[in-house]
């Protein structure tokens, strides 16, 4: 069964900390992606990556970094957790050209208090 | 600048109805078409989809049409079913554009 899972469900951090979330793809995609859904603002793409190394912006990146060093692995960083960065966040990820259908992890809820 | 639009953040049906939901684009440059299912806490997930080259998709209780002169398409569920209750997100790529670009999403709720 192919999956997308991302490391953490929930996560409580405070104002400032850096914070890792973590996702992990078992079905050799090129392609990988971090979203952030928000209630009344639907699913908002922050960063995406089409292969090892490479990265490039989404809608709102501000605030956000990522890491892709295995193709496999996904990596979005939060350099330091801001209070209007509380949100579910999801990794998703398919293949190689134009977009299709997209394989979502099951989120993680982040809290910055 | 919203490129696909829901319209309808909510939409109520009885068990055994039809349910139809509603997107519409503004990018000319979408050719495919996707619906996701989403339940609380966990991912999205792949409901159906379809290409600009066809006008209706099925499977199952499941039909997408498009109207690309109008830049719409709307999703019909037939019967509607208590476990159809979930936000349903209306997607659109375009080209060699890696991206979906996903809409706001409607809540979808089948009573019983």
């Known amino acids: 069964d192919v999956k997308v899972t991302q490391s953490s469900r929930y996560l409580v951090k405070r104002t400032g900390e850096k914070v890792f979330l973590e996702c992990v793809q078992d079905?050799?995609?090129?392609?990988m992606f971090w979203y952030r859904q928000d209630p009344g603002l639907g699913l908002r793409l922050i960063y995406f990556?089409?292969?090892?190394?490479?990265?490039e912006k989404g809608d709102i990146p501000e605030g956000y970094s990522v890491s892709r060093e295995k193709k496999e692995r996904f990596s979005l960083i939060l350099e330091s957790a801001s209070t209007n960065q509380t949100s579910m966040y999801l990794c998703?990820?398919?293949?190689?050209?134009?977009?299709?259908?997209?394989?979502f992890g099951e989120g993680s809820r982040l809290t910055v208090l | 600048d919203q490129q696909v639009k829901q319209n309808s953040p909510s939409l109520s049906v009885q068990e055994g109805r039809i349910s139809i939901l509603n997107c519409d684009y503004t990018?000319?440059?979408?050719?495919?078409f996707l619906w996701y299912k989403k339940y609380p806490a966990e991912g999205p997930t792949f409901l159906i989809s379809?290409?600009?080259?066809?006008d209706k998709n099925e499977d199952g209780r499941f039909t997408v049409f498009l109207n690309k002169s109008a830049k719409h398409l709307s999703l019909h569920i037939v019967p509607s079913q208590p476990g159809d209750s979930a936000v349903y997100f209306c997607?659109?790529?375009?080209?060699?554009?890696?991206?979906?670009?996903f809409g706001k999403g409607t809540l979808l709720t089948v009573n019983p």
């Open positions: 379809i290409s600009s080259i066809k």
């Open positions: 079905m050799d995609h090129e392609n």
């Open positions: 997607a659109a790529s375009g080209g060699s554009n890696y991206k979906l670009t």
């Open positions: 990556s089409y292969d090892v190394k490479m990265k």
């Open positions: 998703a990820s398919n293949k190689q050209g134009p977009a299709g259908e997209l394989f």
């Open positions: 990018n000319s440059m979408f050719d495919y």
